[in-house]
T-cell receptor, first 114, second 112 residues
């Protein structure tokens, strides 16, 4: 079956530090990959996406590259802010005639200290 | 463009009572998902609709949970009777057939 594995949190960083959250996947097919962010008390918001190998998704200073050879989609940001404190979910989706198959990782909590 | 609407935002009920959640997806989105998110965990798919047909309900506890999507638009998720372990946030999401999923703000259920 399909699965997504993320590094466990919490990840605690000081403001302006470099962020990496690791994500690897297994899938039967060629998925699209996503990072979602969840702020306290809110639903999931799409942060960035990549639909094929070697694509780089980017948004709000975050970026992730679809690496088919290592089945990875690691999230990075060069300089985090306190406002980036949230839970980050890596996800994949496979499109087929039977319906989309959307699978999430367990989430990684990021805490940024001033 | 309006997002995915869910109601209510919060609900507190006693165990063995029943509860229903409502979701209105983004207009034109054929796929609708219901997820259960227990505190500190990732979302767990309960049921997925394609238009008004069920695509996947393998993780739906069918002895107490039910869901329907009338006319392939709005959807309701019901729990009857509720258990303490049903306390969670229930997330609804929708998507086009070949696009990412867009989420509502969720309904936080507390069973006491």
């Amino acid at each position: 079956g399909n699965s997504v594995t993320q590094m466990e949190g919490p990840v605690t960083l000081s403001e302006e530090a470099f962020l990496t959250i690791n994500c690897t996947y297994t899938a039967t097919g060629y998925p699209s990959l996503f990072w979602y962010v969840q702020y306290p008390g809110e639903g999931l918001q799409l942060l960035l996406k990549a639909t094929k190998a070697d694509d780089k998704g980017s948004n709000k200073g975050f970026e992730a590259t679809y690496r088919k050879e290592t089945t990875s989609f690691h999230l990075e940001k060069g300089s985090v802010q306190v406002s980036d404190s949230a839970v980050y979910f890596c996800a994949l989706i496979l499109f087929n005639n039977a319906g989309n198959m959307l699978t999430f990782g367990g989430g990684t909590r990021l805490m940024v200290k001033p | 463009e309006a997002g995915v609407a869910q109601s209510p935002r919060y609900k507190i009920i006693e165990k063995r009572q029943s509860v229903a959640f409502w979701c209105n997806p983004i207009s034109g989105h054929a796929t609708l998902y219901w997820y259960q998110q227990i505190l500190g965990q990732g979302p767990k798919l309960l049921i997925q609709f394609q238009n008004n047909g069920v695509v996947d309900d393998s993780q739906l506890p069918k002895d107490r949970f039910s869901a329907e999507r009338l006319k392939g638009v709005d959807s309701t998720l019901k729990i009857q009777p509720a258990k303490l372990e049903d306390s969670a946030v229930y997330l609804c999401a929708s998507s086009f057939v070949t696009s990412e999923a867009f989420f509502g703000q969720g309904t936080r259920l507390t069973v006491v």
